[in-house]
T-cell receptor
Framework: GNSVTQMEGPVTLSEEAFLTINCTYT??????LFWYVQYPGEGLQLLLK?????DKGSNKGFEATYRKETTSFHLEKGSVQVSDSAVYFC???????????FGTGTRLLVSP | GAVVSQHPSRVICKSGTSVKIECRSL??????MFWYRQFPKQSLMLMAT?????????EQGVEKDKFLINHASLTLSTLTVTSAHPEDSSFYIC???????????????FGNGTRLTVT
């Protein structure tokens, strides 16, 4: 079946450090890929998405490229801020399906 | 942006009692709502898909008689955990897709979740 694997957290960084959160997936078809973010006390919010191979999703300084050859969708940001501290979820959705399959989430802690 | 309100945010109940969780779309109509649960250090697992005016579709392994879902209007879905037991303690999250949203391109809007503790 479909699955998403994320690196375990927490990821602890200092402000302005470079961020990478790894995400790989297994899918039978051609899924769309998403990164969701959950700030403390809030619901999940869509951060970015990519719907086909080689697409790059970007938002708020975060980027992720859909790599079909490595079945990966790693999240990156060049310079993190304290306000980026949150839990980040990688997810996929198969073409024609409504359901999202999530990874376990990775907590990011950014210190000043 | 679209807001999904989930209530309560936390609930503690005794074993054997039932608990109702509400999920409301505040500024859009949601024909489809999804219910997830999350155990500590595990991913969000889809429990069921709720379509307005029809029966919910449950994922394999989810007991439909235990987790009753009602989606009576375009803005409200409820999840009732019946005869709750300690193993039902979890984090329950609802999400909604707005009317007309395509099946995989439009984002889901999530509630803040409900932490259920059964003693």
């Amino acid at each position: 079946g479909n699955s998403v694997t994320q690196m375990e957290g927490p990821v602890t960084l200092s402000e302005e450090a470079f961020l990478t959160i790894n995400c790989t997936y297994t899918a039978t078809g051609y899924p769309s890929l998403f990164w969701y973010v959950q700030y403390p006390g809030e619901g999940l919010q869509l951060l970015l998405k990519a719907t086909k191979a080689d697409d790059k999703g970007s938002n708020k300084g975060f980027e992720a490229t859909y790599r079909k050859e490595t079945t990966s969708f790693h999240l990156e940001k060049g310079s993190v801020q304290v306000s980026d501290s949150a839990v980040y979820f990688c997810a996929l959705s198969e073409t024609g399906f409504q359901k999202l399959v999530f990874g376990t989430g990775t907590r990011l802690l950014v210190s000043p | 942006g679209a807001v999904v309100s989930q209530h309560p945010s936390r609930v503690i109940c005794k074993s054997g009692t039932s608990v109702k969780i509400e999920c409301r779309s505040l500024d859009f109509q949601a024909t489809t709502m999804f219910w997830y649960r999350q155990f500590p250090k595990q991913s969000l697992m889809l429990m069921a898909t709720s379509n307005e005016g029809s029966k919910a579709t449950y994922e394999q392994g989810v007991e439909k008689d235990k987790f009753l879902i009602n989606h009576a209007s375009l803005t409200l879905s409820t999840l009732t955990v019946t005869s709750a037991h300690p193993e039902d303690s979890s984090f329950y999250i609802c999400s909604a897709r707005s009317w007309g949203g395509s099946s995989y391109n439009s984002p889901l809007h999530f509630g803040n979740g409900t932490r259920l503790t059964v003693t």
